[in-house]
């Protein structure tokens, strides 16, 4: 069974920058992609990008072209988003989740609430 | 990359059948057949209940559906129960490797 298993909340000052892992077990980390998706409180899921782990490639939807960073360790089997330039706007539970091959997000970590405050 | 559009809110009596919709584009919803539906309950972990516009993987009751036409899919729920009341988010591929979400609709079951 396939598992994803995120980092600890965080607490981040405004224009700091803030670094989330995502550790996958289960299944081989390499034949699946890793997705992250964001939640603000009160609104909506956000898909912010896509990592390929063997290599490397990422996309990123528009909004988070200039300020998030995925990357990975395939040793570890572990997938990391880290998002820039901090604001109030930026508070939310941030998700992996990997692609099921079918255009899907099939299994998803627990989430990892970021709150930027001053 | 604007997120399609879907009711705030739907709901239904215990026994009966609601549909969400789901508009986007002929760039998203309607270029692929590529829409998921997520069936998200608070404080829990995004659950896939439809992949590929219509089809349901395995364990997920027959009760859930998915339908397109043109630049709106749907999802149907039918036989309401109880334990559907959740929030319900569609999904679509977008092209050049992007996808993108729905606002979410709240189902009541009254």
Redesign the interface.
């Known amino acids: 069974q396939a598992q994803l298993v995120q980092s600890g909340a965080e607490v981040k000052r405004p224009g700091a920058s803030v670094k989330v892992s995502c550790r996958a077990s289960g299944y081989t980390f390499t034949d699946y992609y890793i997705h992250w998706v964001r939640q603000a409180p009160g609104q909506g899921l956000e898909w912010m990008g896509r990592i390929i782990p063997t290599t490397g490639d990422t996309h990123y939807a528009q909004s988070f072209q200039d300020r998030a960073t995925l990357t990975r360790d395939t040793s570890i089997t572990t997938a990391y988003l880290e998002l820039s330039g901090l604001t109030s706007d930026d508070t939310a539970l941030y998700y992996c989740a990997r692609d099921g091959q079918k255009w899907d997000f099939d299994y998803w970590g627990q989430g990892t609430l970021i709150t930027v405050s001053s | 990359?604007s997120?399609l559009t879907q009711p705030a809110s739907v709901s239904g009596s215990p026994g009966q059948s609601i549909s969400i919709s789901c508009t986007g584009t002929s760039s998203d919803v309607g270029g692929?057949n590529?829409v998921?539906w997520?069936q998200?309950h608070p404080g829990k972990?995004?659950k896939?209940i439809i992949?590929?516009t219509t089809?349901r993987?395995s364990g997920v009751s027959d009760r859930f559906s998915g339908s397109k036409s043109g630049n709106t899919a749907s999802l149907t729920i039918s036989g309401l129960q109880a334990e559907d009341e959740a929030?319900y988010?569609c999904?679509s591929?977008a092209g050049?490797?992007?996808?993108?979400?729905?606002?979410?609709t709240r189902l009541t079951v009254l």
Do not use: I, M, S
């Open positions: 990359q997120a692929y590529r998921t997520y998200h972990v995004p896939l992949f590929e089809k993987p929030d988010y999904c591929y050049g490797a992007t996808w993108v979400f729905g606002g979410g």
